[in-house]
């Protein structure tokens, strides 16, 4: 056995220390297995003598005959368990007479792996959710705003219709004041003026039935207008909500992709350097 290997051989139980996972060690020459320290839990059920050509796929023998360090990482078909390989050349007077490889558990960076595919899968569901839901705050946002011209030109609407009211009550004033005289009138022309004393009689009624129309409408004109500021305040208030409420959504998109960029992190994390 080459001294460099037996020295690696001798001190197998110390290489395994030097791992802060539990790990197994295996230790090849040029043709076969020298050396093999299972760990607690990971054991490739590799025994001494196993051939170099047993083994011509895995890492430690492509390692050994690049004459470069490999780092593999392997999934839990083989063994049962996830794993990453770490093989290094042993080098004697510029020559590889052999290669010494680490094996330890991948489970905690696996997991760690999975954990972060699901939290940026779900972190990019919520903020696509979320965008949505500040896009149709905004909308509603929009929508209010318009209601809230809508209203304002009602408004003006309702003050064009007071206008005219005011309008029809002063004729109907001004009417029942001609319908009054015209009763005056008629009673001073006394048998020839009856039949004007009708139409003086019923144009006051005109009149007055005139005027409790325009306060009817007048009255009902006010309602409405009170609805209308009702409406206003309302829509202000919600028009404020909503621009809080969008605000608060686009904070919360940015919370979403900083915590999307820290799975991304822990996604490199969980990459095994070659």
Known sequence: MNPKLKVIVDSIDFYQATYPEDACILIFDTEKVIGYKQGKKVDLKITLSETVEQHRNTTSVRAMRSGKIL???????????????????????????????????????SNMRIVAEELS???????????????????????????????????????????IVNAVKDIAMHSKILGLNASIEAARSGEHGRGFAVVANEIQKMAQ????????????????????????????????????????????????????????KLLNLGEVNH
């Open 71 to 109: 780092r593999e990482e392997r999934s839990a078909e083989g063994f049962g368990f996830p794993y990453i390989a770490s093989s290094v050349p042993v080098v004697d007077n510029g020559k590889v007479v052999g290669v010494v490889t680490g094996v330890i558990s991948n489970f905690r960076v």
């Open 121 to 163: 899968a779900a972190v990019q569901e919520m903020s696509a959710t979320t965008e949505q839901l500040a896009h149709a705050s905004s909308d509603v946002s929009n929508r209010i705003e318009e209601l809230s011209q809508y209203a304002e030109l009602m408004n003006g609407n309702i003050q064009q219709i007071n206008s």
């Open 209 to 264: 039935n005139s005027t409790d129309s325009a306060n009817n409408i007048a009255k009902q004109l006010v309602d409405i207008t009170d609805s209308i500021e009702h409406i206003n305040a309302y829509t202000k208030q919600i028009s404020s909500f909503t621009e809080e409420y969008t605000a608060s959504m686009h904070e919360m998109s940015e919370g979403y992709t900083s915590i999307n960029k820290i799975g991304q």
